[in-house]
């Protein structure tokens, strides 16, 4: 082998033995963070290294200051149990609610059985308002020719119903509703319009609605 050949080898070598003894001391620098970190005090964490017996005094101290710690916070007390309030039963239901009762007899025939009583189960439903349709029909008479005078209508129809706005196919009822909905519950038009729709199908023109 050449000397060249060795003088290179040398050379590699010892530039492998610099990289190995830099990484050594690397790992030694992250054991001793390590051991900081899990033997340390929390305001000792982040101080630079200290040695091996510093740091056992360190964890005497640490041991001794949390026992004495613990020793401290062994307290005793009272706590009073709370009570639950009585349950003051549900609310009652008003008279003046209308009320219809569905009888729900058994699938099997009791034919030749005995009512020995019977469970009520009540529950509060709510049904919206019924949007109607109201045809006012006024049939027309002629009268017989023979009766026909100056003063006597040859044609005899009854009146039309007064109305709010004669004009308006809004009924009272509608227009009370519109005007509670809007200065008493505070919604606007276009939220009513909105419900409508929804509601009832029925698409009113917002200036329809202004006008009522």
Do not use: C
Not at 7 to 33: C, F, K, P, S
Not at 40 to 45: A, D, L, P, V, Y
Not at 76 to 100: A, I, N, V
Not at 172 to 194: E, M, N, S, T, W
Request: glycine residues 6%.
């Amino acid at each position: 082998m050449s000397i060249d050949l060795l003088v290179a080898e040398n050379e590699t070598l010892r530039t492998r033995n610099r990289e190995q003894e830099g990484q050594i001391v690397a790992l030694r620098h992250e054991l001793d963070q390590l051991k900081r970190l899990i033997f340390g005090f929390k305001s000792e964490r982040h101080v630079p290294a200290v040695s091996p017996e510093q740091l056992a005094l360190w964890e005497q101290a640490g041991a001794d200051a949390g026992a004495e710690e613990e020793t401290k916070e062994k307290i005793s007390y009272e706590r009073r149990k709370r009570t639950e309030k009585p349950h003051l039963g549900r609310t009652p239901l008003p008279d003046h609610l209308p009320r219809r009762r569905e009888i729900i007899e058994p699938e099997e025939d009791t034919t030749g059985m005995t009512k020995i009583g019977e469970d009520i189960t009540r529950k509060v439903n709510y049904l919206p308002g019924v949007l109607e349709i109201i045809e006012y029909v006024r049939p027309r008479y002629a009268r017989p020719e023979a009766e026909q005078t100056e003063e006597v209508a040859a044609i005899v129809q009854a009146p039309v119903p007064d109305q709010v706005l004669p004009k308006a196919i809004a009924g009272v009822g509608l227009l009370v509703q519109i005007i509670i909905a809007k200065f008493i519950d505070h919604l606007p038009l276009y939220r009513q319009r909105q419900m409508f729709q929804r509601d009832y199908d029925w698409s009113i023109p917002s200036s329809t609605l202004g006008d009522w």
